[in-house]
């Protein structure tokens, strides 16, 4: 059996139990070396088998090798096992007789929202600005189609060594659409060392030096400051 597990942002409070049962249950963790660094202090006897940042499908053949041996394994992720996570690439690997449980968690973008406030009450959008899988056009369609309608926007992978402009191009983007005064945050190594957050404008937003371990929220039009918290109203008569 394979569960693939979403270990949410990093400490064990903030995962869900289901996935600290799947992890409690596991014979064998599988995963990004980061990740189950992650696990490492909670799971010091469990037997790891992890791979770097590229080695996606060699993990997912992994486990589902160490599961046709009869083996309980734990394919875990950060966040959400579905949300940029690899859910849906062992699915695609896996046959018909593998017995696959998917296991929810706590993607970036919930875990980010509540360190800046309550920024996502009401509808928003999700988008990658890795173009590793996903060409930049598509990217650059999807952020206006998300700045056109409004929607608050979490921004995953602002930026990496390799793609150091990518953050600038898509605030110029929603600049189309909103204005530079829009409140934004973003928040790095959520439940981890070294966590930091900072609220700030879109305009500001646009010259961050950020990384892949922050993700960014953009508020919609609606979006304001209180008491120093991205709120976002949902419409209820206070």
């Known amino acids: 059996m394979i569960e693939v597990v979403g270990i949410g942002p990093g400490q064990k409070g903030g995962r869900t139990?289901?996935?600290i049962c799947a992890?409690?249950?596991a014979d064998v963790l599988v995963g990004y070396s980061g990740y189950i660094d992650l696990l490492r202090g909670e799971y010091p006897q469990k037997p790891r088998?992890?791979?770097g940042m590229r080695g996606e499908a060699d993990?997912?053949?992994e486990a589902l090798r160490l599961s046709r041996e009869g083996k309980r394994v734990a394919l875990c992720c950060s966040g959400d096992a579905q949300v940029y996570g690899m859910a849906s690439l062992l699915l695609e690997l896996a046959g018909e007789d593998d017995d696959i449980r998917i296991v929810p968690g706590?993607?970036?973008a919930l875990s980010a929202a509540a360190l800046l406030g309550a920024p996502l009450s009401g509808d928003f959008a999700v988008i990658s600005l890795s173009d590793l899988m996903t060409p930049w056009p598509v990217i650059e369609?999807?952020?206006r189609a998300a700045g056109e309608g409004d929607f608050v926007i979490a921004l995953y992978n602002p930026a990496s060594?390799?793609?150091t402009g990518h953050l600038t191009r898509a605030c110029a983007i929603l600049e189309e659409h909103r204005e530079r005064r829009t409140v934004c945050g973003w928040a790095k190594n959520i439940g981890r060392e070294g966590e930091t957050t900072r609220i700030l404008t879109l305009g500001e937003l646009e010259s961050e030096t950020l990384?892949?371990?922050t993700t960014v929220i953009v508020g919609n039009s609606a979006t304001r400051l209180c008491f120093g918290r991205m709120l976002t109203p949902r419409g209820y008569r206070p």
Request: glycine share 0%; aromatic share 4%; proline share 0%.
């Open 17 to 19: 139990l289901d996935a």
């Open 23 to 25: 992890l409690d249950a």
């Open 49 to 51: 088998v992890t791979t």
């Open 59 to 61: 993990r997912c053949r």
């Open 106 to 108: 706590v993607t970036a």
């Open 141 to 143: 369609r999807r952020l």
């Open 161 to 163: 060594k390799t793609r």
């Open 211 to 213: 990384d892949m371990f």
